[in-house]
């Protein structure tokens, strides 16, 4: 079994930073691909971000190419997302959920999710 748990999140001004990170315990994930959703209030959850179980690969939502980066560190069995360039529509909490190998865009094909961390970009 996988526990995800995020932290990071927080209250920015628009065009601020943030760096969320997503620890996993129980077992190694360093055969799981991570990826990162999102859900804004009365929204449903938006796929964000994915990187496979070996890095070869990483994956991103358009609205967010360029301004968020996901990478992973094997050793500590964390996926980071830099958010950078935040915008007011970016407000929503954001989730990493982990699923063997390679990822989708697909939130139902995730078998593990953590709890969840709130972002709140002000403009």
């Known amino acids: 079994q996988v526990q995800l748990a995020e932290s990071g999140g927080g209250s920015v001004q628009a065009g601020g930073s943030l760096r969320l990170s997503c620890v996993a315990s129980?077992?190694?994930?360093?055969?799981?691909?991570i990826a990162w959703f999102r859900q804004a209030p009365g929204k449903e959850r938006d796929y964000v971000a994915s990187?496979?179980?070996?890095?070869?690969?990483?994956d991103y939502e358009n609205n967010v190419k360029g301004r968020f980066t996901i990478s992973r560190d094997h050793g500590k069995n964390t996926v980071f997302l830099q958010l950078a360039g935040l915008k007011p529509e970016d407000t929503a909490v954001y989730y990493c959920?982990?699923?063997?190998?390679?990822?989708?865009?697909?939130?139902?094909?995730?078998?593990?999710w953590g709890q969840g961390t709130q972002v709140t970009v002000s403009s």
């Open positions: 959920a982990a699923r063997s190998l390679w990822a989708t865009r697909i939130a139902a094909e995730y078998a593990f």
């Open positions: 129980g077992r190694s994930v360093s055969n799981y691909a």
């Open positions: 990187v496979d179980w070996n890095g070869s690969k990483v």
